[in-house]
């Protein structure tokens, strides 16, 4: 009897922990400003620099490529996704990591519209707004915004720049090379550029085009055969 009373105050304090948590998360969320504006500000970066906005829907490819490389659990319950961005976060935050894949395309997505420096604060920012994101937005929208206000180098903004100024085609119209070349760009532009760099740019491809196959989106001869196309780059 004792040691049932017992265990019924622990599961007690435990749930009035988990509500507390819960209702100062949502007291967060409630602090931080709107996303309705989100598609705007997309608009805005890309015309700052000249891009165009493509979708939605995202390319499909492309779309793909980025998933397998950047966040393969994009598409998980709402709920996996937050807490595995928010782990993943975490492990960046602590090893001062400057990597983008160091959190999910929704995070990364706030930083880009919504960014306010770096350090801890910044990231529960990005993850707060990641939430509101995920909750105002489809996650073909997402992926879209995402795809279209991240920079791929050699001044191409969003993927349609980057897709005519690499490979003279539209964003719909990638190979699985071409997608899974493009992909890995925006972790490194400058370390990856394929004009400049592409001993690396090809390793950051093969990485990628991995990915695909470790989320059964390609087989290995499918990636292995994108992987020895010759890319025609401008």
Not at 8 to 24: D, E, F, K, N, Q
Not at 39 to 67: T, W
Not at 212 to 226: K, Y
Request: no cysteine; net charge neutral; proline share 4%.
């Amino acid at each position: 009897m004792a040691t049932q009373k017992r265990l019924l105050r622990v599961t007690a304090v435990v749930l009035l922990m988990i509500v507390a948590l819960l209702a100062a998360g949502f007291g967060y969320l409630e602090s931080l400003p709107g996303v309705g504006d989100a598609q705007a500000r997309v608009r805005a970066i890309l015309l700052a620099h000249h891009g165009v906005f493509s979708g939605p829907p995202p390319p499909a490819r492309l779309a793909a490529a980025v998933v397998a490389v950047e966040d393969e659990h994009f598409y998980s319950n709402f709920a996996v996704n937050v807490l595995d961005g928010a782990g993943r976060a975490a492990l960046a935050t602590l090893h001062a990591s400057g990597d983008p894949g160091g959190s999910t395309i929704a995070q990364q997505l706030a930083k880009q519209l919504y960014g306010q420096g770096s350090g801890l604060g910044a990231t529960l920012h990005e993850i707060g707004l990641a939430v509101k994101l995920s909750l105002h937005f489809s996650k073909a929208t997402i992926l879209s915004m995402y795809l279209n206000v991240i920079y791929y180098g050699n001044g191409y903004w969003g993927d349609e720049q980057a897709a005519h100024g690499y490979f003279r085609a539209s964003p719909y119209r990638l190979d699985w090379a071409q997608a899974a070349m493009l992909a890995g760009l925006p972790q490194a532009p400058t370390a990856y550029d394929p004009i400049l760099h592409l001993v690396l740019a090809k390793e950051r491809q093969r990485h990628v085009l991995d990915q695909l196959v470790a989320t059964h989106v390609l087989t290995s001869r499918q990636a292995n055969s994108a992987y020895h196309e010759a890319l025609l780059l401008r």
